[in-house]
Every structure is written in structure tokens, then in C-alpha cells.
């Protein structure tokens, strides 16, 4: 199953992936303007207009000798999308202990267990407070659809290019935050590690 998702990802199968990403973010834009039973019974409508009339046109070409009678969506009736007990058990074993370890995290951050991470989760509600007044849920959602088809891709092509500059980020971050920990302890903020190994020492005069 996660060999399938990841061809699908990264554009392996283009008319599958393709038919994935537009009926995805289609569908996400239509409930812009119209509501979710609207838009699924209208996508079910559309399907099976579709099905039943390339099942006729395939029936009616055995009938007059032309075709062989086999069902045009005889591989999709075929693929088994069941759970067995054994997977069923094991992902609904996931489910819960993931739900109930959010519900613990998000019980330790609101009733300030630490404050540090309080306080952090203090902002970043804060600023998603000015991000739900620019976007809303569903265009979140239409761009989280574009990034999972994109940015896997992207990355994969550049990957030499992205690694190089995600390390120079870390390397300024990981500055900013040392000099952050020698204020907060009242020291100086120092001079910048060398970065090579047996690098010379300034001199003391």
C-alpha cells in the first residue's frame, strides 16, 4: 500500500496521479461554492453516467460480435481494498494510541506542564489566529493537495541543491540560537565557531 501512494506521489503512473490531483483539488474548490453532500452526490451523479454508458457501449459491442464481452471495469472489481482482522486490528491499535497521545500533549501544553512548550504553543496559536484571517480550512487543504504532488518531486530532482541550503539554515539557526543561550546566561555572545575541525585559535594578546 505505501508503494502505491508513493508512485502516486511521485507522478509514477501520470493519468492515475493526474486523475488523483485534479479530482482532488476540484473537488476541494467546489465546496467553495457549493456544500459537500452537493458536490458528492454530483461527483457520484457524474461516475456513474460515465460507468453505466461505457458499460452498455462494451455490451452492446459483444452483442453485435465486435468486442468479447469482458466487463471494462473488471480490474477495479477485482482489487481488493479489504482489511484483513489481523491489518484492521493493528490500525485500529494506531488510531487510538495516536488520538490519546495527542489528547495527552495537548492536555500538558494547555494546563502548562512545561512552560517553555507552553509558551511556544502560546505564539503559534497566536499566529494561526492571523492565519485563519487570511485562509480558511479548505484552501489549507487545496494547498496541502498541491505540495504532497509537488514538493516530494521537487525534492527528489534538486535534492543535492536543497540539502546544501537546508544545511546553511541550520547552520544560521543553530548561530542565532547560541548566541540567544550565552545572553540568556549573561555572558557575551563570543566569537563564531570555527566550523573546521583543529581550526586555529585567535590569539590573545
Not at 65 to 93: C, N
Not at 142 to 160: E, M
Not at 165 to 184: E, P, S, T
Request: hydrophobic content about 45%.
Amino acid at each position: 500500500m505505501t508503494d502505491k501512494v508513493l508512485d502516486l506521489i511521485y507522478w509514477k503512473d501520470m493519468e492515475r496521479t493526474g486523475l488523483l490531483f485534479t479530482g482532488l483539488v476540484v473537488g476541494l474548490l467546489s465546496l467553495f461554492q457549493l456544500s459537500i453532500i452537493t458536490v458528492v452526490s454530483t461527483l457520484c451523479l457524474v461516475t456513474m453516467c460515465f460507468t453505466i454508458s461505457v458499460r452498455i457501449y462494451y455490451h452492446v459491442l459483444h452483442a453485435l460480435q465486435w468486442g468479447d464481452g469482458v466487463h471494462p471495469f473488471q480490474w477495479y472489481l477485482d482489487y481488493d481494498i479489504s482489511l484483513t482482522g489481523e491489518k484492521a486490528d493493528h490500525y485500529m491499535r494506531r488510531t487510538i494510541v495516536l488520538s490519546f497521545s495527542t489528547f495527552a500533549e495537548m492536555k500538558s501544553l494547555l494546563l502548562v506542564a512545561n512552560l517553555v512548550n507552553s509558551l511556544k504553543f502560546l505564539v503559534l496559536a497566536y499566529l494561526l489566529t492571523y492565519v485563519g484571517a487570511i485562509v480558511n480550512g479548505l484552501t489549507i487543504m487545496i494547498i496541502g493537495v498541491i505540495a504532497v504532488f509537488s514538493i516530494p518531486l521537487f525534492y527528489r530532482q534538486r535534492k543535492a541543491q536543497i540539502d546544501n541550503f537546508l544545511a546553511a539554515v541550520k547552520g544560521h539557526i543553530y548561530n542565532v540560537k547560541d548566541i540567544f543561550h550565552r545572553l540568556c546566561q549573561g555572558g557575551s555572545p563570543g566569537l563564531d565557531h570555527d566550523p573546521t575541525p583543529g581550526g586555529a585559535k585567535p590569539k590573545i594578546k
